[in-house]
Every structure is written in structure tokens, then in C-alpha cells.
């Protein structure tokens, strides 16, 4: 598994990043032995970096790999992420430190290597940006300084003009962004999809500034299978990011990418999918989640092929225009 730098953090992740989210669901609802079994093979095939969050099954996700990473004395990179309820601003620095502290507490370590705010920023229901600069980010520098993370993070979600400031502070070292064929960003622009969010340019601005990129829903949440059928383990319906008015209308926008499969371009659907988010060299690392063993394994062959090349991208926004 290739190994890539996180932007100016110093940091070294994997290509393919571990997600043990609610969407694929296998470290929410799985059983314990294909949990372990598929934490097992993800790190026998290189994987390095693990994504979690107390949002995941009320912290279930991080519950469980507090034990199988103990279990199988595994160090990988470890992100996780703080996400406050509105009641909860009355006392953002407070809530901040609650939170992390309770992660490292299911997590059984003292430190992650990357904590990050996972709500939307200068958006309706998100962080304003002086909430951010003023409590947020001192909240998490000083449980940087304590030793309780090394690294800070956001998923860029809300205004692009709240963001883009935000990013030039130069306060933020890595940024989760929605990356996959559905929402291209600078591969090839499309109008953005989500009022006032330009993930193209947020792109862009981030990766020139040295900050890490960490590729999310790169199979825009199970659409780019090409399949409606969903695991019994993942979660029944997921909302779209920056992709589509829902997931039918991502499923039939994924399914024109089909002559791709026929015309010997990729496998599958899925493996294109992965091999599409790997592509760019910006993104650090591309998060998977997944509801099997099996579809690990999907991925982790995917990845082992490398970038697609640019007649298969071409390819893509062709069928796509």
C-alpha cells in the first residue's frame, strides 16, 4: 500500500484510509470476529491511518477498536472527530475538551494523532467563524499542548468564503473534503452542488497551503457500486454530500459510468471508484468504509492498481458532461 505525506503535518498515511463509520457500518453493528478479521486484513494489506468518531453508533465505533486495537496490538494513525450539539455552544472550549476526553477513554490510548471538527463552518446549524477562531481552535491547541492529539483538523462542509478564511489562517492542518466522480472537484470542475460550497476551489486553496486532504464519501456513500441493494450491515439510507438530491439520483449518475466496466477501464464500478479517488496526489489519504470483509478486499485490490490514467479520466467527465 502506497504511503503518502498528510500535507505539511508530518505525518505519513496510507493511500487508503480505514473508515469505521456508520455508512458501511462494519465497526457499528457488525459481529466482533469480522470486526476484528477485517481490521486484521486492513492492516496486513498496509492501511495506516483509521478514521472514527463518537458520532459513529453513539461511539460504538470507537469503543470497538479501543478493544481489537488492543487485541491486536496495532498503532496505526488514529483521527477522530468532535461534533457539538447546538445546546452544547453555550460552552464550546468545555465541550471540546468533554469530547475528546471520553474518545481517548473508548480509544484506551492518551492521544490521537488527528482531532477534528465534524461540523459544517459558517453554515445554518455549523460554527460561526468567530466561534471557531475565538473558542474552538484555542480549545484544541491546548489539548494539542497537553498531549492529548497532534494534529487539528475540520471537515470542510458550509460557506466557501467562511472556509477559505478560515484555511488562511494557517491554523488547520488537515481537511476532510467530499472527493469522488459524482463531485469531481479539480480533476474536472463541475458547478458546485451545495449552495455556497465550492469544493473545487476549498480544494485547491487547501492542498496549496500544505494542508492534508482527507477524501471522503469517494464511493459517494455506496452509489458508485452501481448497486441499490444495501448491506445488511450499512445504514439503511444516507443523505448525499455534494453529490446528488438523493442517493437514487447519485445511483442512476453513477451507473452512466458503466461503458467504463465494458470498455475494460476497470473491474467494477467500485474498483474505478477507489482507483478515481487515489488519483489526485493532494489527497493524503481516501477514506473507505465498508460493511464487509469482502468489500475491504475490494478495495484494497483497487487500490493495489494505482491511479487511473488520463484517457480513463477524460473518459469519465465525458459520460458525465
Known amino acids: 500500500m502506497q504511503q503518502r505525506s498528510l500535507g505539511r503535518t508530518g505525518l505519513k498515511v496510507s493511500a487508503l484510509g480505514y473508515g469505521a463509520g456508520a455508512v458501511g457500518g462494519l465497526m457499528v453493528r457488525g459481529s466482533e470476529a469480522e470486526q476484528e478479521a477485517s481490521l486484521a486484513r486492513a492492516f496486513a494489506a498496509g492501511i495506516t491511518y483509521v478514521d472514527t468518531a463518537p458520532a459513529y453508533g453513539d461511539g460504538e465505533s470507537e469503543r470497538v477498536l479501543g478493544r481489537l486495537l488492543k487485541r491486536l496490538a496495532a498503532k496505526p494513525v488514529l483521527g477522530t472527530k468532535v461534533r457539538l450539539p447546538a445546546a452544547a455552544r453555550a460552552d464550546i472550549p468545555g465541550a471540546i475538551a468533554a469530547s475528546l476526553e471520553a474518545s481517548l477513554s473508548r480509544l484506551g490510548r492518551e492521544q490521537v494523532d488527528l482531532f477534528q471538527l465534524h461540523d459544517p463552518i459558517g453554515s445554518p446549524g455549523g460554527y460561526t467563524l468567530s466561534q471557531v477562531l475565538e473558542e474552538a481552535i484555542p480549545a484544541m491547541q491546548k489539548l494539542r499542548e497537553q498531549g492529548k492529539c497532534r494534529v487539528l483538523g475540520i471537515t470542510a462542509l458550509g460557506d466557501t468564503a467562511t472556509?477559505?478564511?478560515?484555511?488562511?489562517?494557517?491554523?488547520?492542518?488537515?481537511?476532510?473534503?467530499?472527493?469522488?466522480?459524482?463531485?469531481?472537484?479539480?480533476?474536472?470542475?463541475?458547478?458546485?452542488?451545495?449552495?455556497?460550497?465550492d469544493f473545487a476551489g476549498i480544494g485547491r486553496q487547501a492542498a496549496a497551503q500544505g494542508v492534508g486532504l482527507i477524501g471522503i464519501r469517494i464511493l459517494a456513500a455506496g452509489a458508485l457500486s452501481g448497486e441499490e441493494a444495501r448491506h445488511p450491515v450499512a445504514m439503511p439510507k444516507v443523505a448525499p454530500i455534494a453529490s446528488g438530491a438523493d442517493y437514487a439520483a447519485d445511483l442512476a449518475e453513477a451507473r452512466r459510468l458503466l461503458p467504463l466496466v465494458a470498455e475494460g477501464h476497470a473491474a467494477s464500478l467500485a474498483e474505478l471508484a477507489i482507483r478515481y479517488a487515489l488519483t489526485p496526489p493532494e489527497i493524503g489519504t481516501a477514506l473507505i468504509g465498508t460493511a464487509s470483509v469482502e468489500q475491504l478486499e475490494v478495495a484494497i485490490a483497487a487500490a493495489g492498481k494505482g491511479p487511473l490514467p488520463a484517457e480513463t479520466l477524460a473518459r469519465i467527465g465525458a459520460l458525465l458532461a
Open 163 to 197: 472556509l477559505a478564511e478560515l484555511l488562511g489562517k494557517g491554523l488547520i492542518d488537515t481537511a476532510q473534503i467530499p472527493f469522488n466522480a459524482l463531485n469531481p472537484s479539480w480533476l474536472a470542475p463541475k458547478p458546485a452542488r451545495l449552495p455556497g460550497q
